[in-house]
């Protein structure tokens, strides 16, 4: 196949958010050691990453209105750079108060990618936009399977600090690339102020447009569960299962791995066999996943519990398309980002419950309560789609 200018914008996009990934993933390998040099809890850690993913999620309507402003371009640039800057201020934090304002910055400049991306992608191709989506959501993937076994080995080495700047590392590279092939595109509202878009009324009508909210209550329940596993999966390998450092990390990246390579698949059944069929299979092999991971010791439980996950967590290359179908070309910007911060926001709670009720009752009740949720929307998506409800 002749390669083309999208196929350079896919790449460059799913480069872009493997950076940006990789800034939030490099926390989570080292949380021991974050915990250990600054005297908090799990739950105070998972607090800063909750304030990094509240941040990530408060970042998605404005990085909408700015991209249909000035174009998705230079939204995206300003992503990738102020990813790599704010790392750096992560690990040069002397007290954990910087370090909870590097997190939470952090948090910000990764936030403007996602929503301006997928509009970019929607804009540039016609047709297959899940499997597109699938192929840019594997940069997160992609940096799960790198990012946790090269920082554990640099923090062995080296120390947490050194190992989680590797983000900045990756930053420069892929800032240059980025604005050196992917074209300038034409705003979509270039005239029009951003505040004059921020009417309550009308994001209160697009929120409650009932496949918009349906759509959002599944993203909400999915996001929540991916983030409480991004933040502490690695900690549940070594805490729960009794697995060593290296191999929790090694295990944390094979869920990547399966994941990045599973997305695409699941984007290509959505654009196939239809959104909601795509999303109750992957709602419930996460639920069959965490259950093999909790309740089923050795290799065996191990393995299975990765793969059925991994298959789960490429949720979105299903979800992302059902908000797309259900929004015109003028409102994918924004309103895409609209819907994003706001079930973020409630989701970005999903790594401080987590440790929280891992500090509390265990890694069995904390995991245990993802399976109820997850399982409680998988009836939803169902009954939707036997009855054909129309949400």
């Known amino acids: 196949m002749r390669w083309r200018y ?8 799913t480069l872009a958010f493997f950076v940006t990934m990789v800034g939030r993933l490099a926390i989570s390998p080292v949380v021991p050691e974050i915990t250990a040099e600054f005297e908090v809890s799990n739950a105070f850690v998972g607090a800063a990453l909750t304030g990094m993913w509240l941040t990530y999620a408060f970042a998605q309507f404005p990085s909408g209105l700015l991209a249909d402003r000035y174009g998705e371009r230079p939204i995206i ?6 990813t790599g800057l704010t790392a750096i201020l992560v690990v040069t934090a002397p007290s954990f108060g910087v370090f909870f304002l590097g997190t939470v910055s952090l948090g910000v ?6 929503s301006v991306a997928t509009t970019l992608l929607s804009r540039t191709y016609d047709d297959n936009l899940g499997t597109a989506v699938g192929i840019h959501n594997s940069g997160a993937p992609i940096a799960g399977l790198v990012t946790p076994v090269v920082v554990s080995w640099a923090a062995i080495r080296y120390g947490w600090r050194p190992a989680v700047a590797i983000t900045a590392l990756v930053a420069i590279p892929a800032t240059l690339l980025f604005a050196r092939y992917v074209h300038p595109t ?11 878009r921020l009417e309550p009324g009308a994001m209160v009508e697009l929120l409650s447009r009932p496949k918009i909210a349906f759509t959002a ?3 909400l329940v999915a996001d929540f569960t991916w983030q409480g596993l991004a933040s502490f999966l690695p900690t549940f390998f070594a805490a729960h299962r009794g697995h060593s450092a290296t191999l929790a990390g090694v295990a944390f990246a094979a869920y990547f791995v399966v994941q990045g390579i599973l997305q695409v698949w699941v984007g290509s059944l959505a654009d196939r066999y239809g959104r909601d069929r795509a999303i109750a299979l992957c709602f419930g092999t996460s639920i069959l996943g965490l259950a093999f991971l909790v309740g089923v010791p050795g290799p065996a439980g191990l393995v299975a519990g990765i793969l059925l996950l991994g298959l789960g967590m490429g949720w979105g290359a299903a979800v992302f398309p059902r908000f797309m ?3 015109s070309a003028d409102e994918q910007g924004a309103g895409f980002g609209l819907v994003r911060t706001v079930y973020m926001i409630v989701a970005s709670s999903g790594s401080v419950v987590v440790g929280l009720l891992a500090d509390l ?13 997850l399982g409680l929307v998988l009836v939803l998506v169902l009954v939707n789609l036997r009855f054909d409800l129309g949400y």
């Open 6 to 13: 999208r196929e350079t914008v896919l790449a460059l996009v």
């Open 77 to 82: 640039l300003v992503s990738v750079g102020g």
């Open 109 to 114: 400049m990764a936030g403007l990618h996602y």
């Open 186 to 196: 034409e705003p979509q509202r270039p005239d029009q102020r951003v505040r004059d």
């Open 217 to 219: 209550v599944i993203a």
């Open 325 to 327: 179908d259900n929004l």
């Open 361 to 373: 009752y265990g890694w069995a009740v904390s995991f245990g309560a993802l399976i109820g949720l």
